[in-house]
């Protein structure tokens, strides 16, 4: 169930995520962990309560398209 004030975009950027989080089998804790990103804000875009800013939102991108590299970056 999308959260009260959730777009259609908020949407989109929260379910990409968790799609991403799910298919690397991470937890919301371990994905925020391995990506350098707190799991609070990390929740609220899944939720779509919040759109990352336009950094996070190209992190987030990078990251939905390598996953590994990113993880061995930021490790």
């Known amino acids: 169930m999308a959260s009260v004030g959730a777009t259609p975009a908020k949407q989109a950027v929260g379910r ?7 298919k690397l089998g991470l937890s919301q804790t371990e994905f925020a962990c391995h990506y350098g ?3 609070a804000p990390l929740r609220d875009w ?3 309560r ?3 800013s ?3 939102l190209a992190y987030i991108k990078v990251i939905t398209a390598h996953p590994k590299l990113v ?3 930021v490790a």
């Open 71 to 73: 993880q061995k970056a």
């Open 50 to 52: 919040r759109t990352p």
């Open 16 to 22: 990409t995520l968790r799609l991403t989080r799910h």
């Open 37 to 39: 990103i707190s799991v």
């Open 46 to 48: 899944e939720q779509g």
């Open 54 to 56: 336009a950094m996070a």
